[in-house]
């Protein structure tokens, strides 16, 4: 079964200033997809950015941009000119490709302050 | 932009109770999702569901839980008799159904609290 780890329970930043957020997973398949979710204090699930593994350039999405590097099973987060409201609950999930509904596996969450 | 909606945002009951959650997932998708988050924890896989039948589902998913779709638009979670460890935030997803890629998308969860 594949597992997802985030070994950074906490981490904090200054505003304007850019932050990595860690993701490793473990997966004995080749194609996969994985995503970066956020969870503000209103603890909805917003999707932040997506990666498929098939494609080496690493994903980007505005400030956010992943450094994604599948021969480590390595997944990160790099969040840039950080702002008050990126301040939320970081999950790294991870999900196959084995058919259209397989379910995503979260890691346990990074927990981001963001210091004025 | 279209939304997953859940009804209610909170939900107390008592231990032994029946509750049903409910979800309406964006409109044309086709496949949907249960998950749960307890307090601290990590969002956990409950059950998946694509045309009127579960596909998937955990080990948490156990004969107390079901799913329907009674209707066109509602996506149920209903737990029969309700535990402690229950407590939990719920979460609904859906997703297109259109490729093998594609994005499941949240909606705000129901926080459940078991007495």
């Known amino acids: 079964a594949q597992t997802v780890t985030q070994s950074q329970p906490e981490m904090s930043v200054q505003e304007a200033e850019t932050v990595t957020l860690s993701c490793t997973y473990d997966t004995s398949e080749s194609d996969y997809y994985l995503f970066w979710y956020k969870q503000p204090p209103s603890r909805q699930m917003i999707l932040v950015i997506r990666?498929?593994?098939?494609?080496?350039q690493n994903a980007t999405e505005n400030r956010f941009s992943v450094n994604f590097q599948k021969a480590a099973k390595s997944f990160s987060l790099k969040i840039s000119d950080s702002q008050l409201g990126d301040a939320a609950m970081y999950f790294c999930a991870y999900r196959s490709v084995n058919s259209g509904n397989t379910p995503l596996v979260f890691g346990k969450g990074t927990r981001l302050s963001v210091i004025a | 932009e279209p939304e997953v909606t859940q009804t209610p945002s909170h939900q107390v009951t008592q231990m032994g109770q029946e509750v049903i959650l409910r979800c309406v997932p964006i409109s044309n998708h086709l496949y949907f999702y249960w998950y749960r988050q307890i307090l601290g924890q990590k969002v956990e896989f409950l059950v998946s569901f694509y045309n009127n039948e579960i596909s998937e589902k955990s080990e948490i998913f156990d004969d107390q839980f079901s799913v329907e779709r009674p209707d066109g638009s509602n996506f149920t979670l209903k737990i029969r008799s309700t535990k402690l460890e229950d407590s939990a935030m719920y979460f609904c997803a859906s997703s297109p159904g259109t490729a093998t890629q594609e994005t499941q998308y949240f909606g705000p969860g129901t926080r459940l609290l078991v007495l």
């Open positions: 990666q498929e593994a098939y494609k080496q």
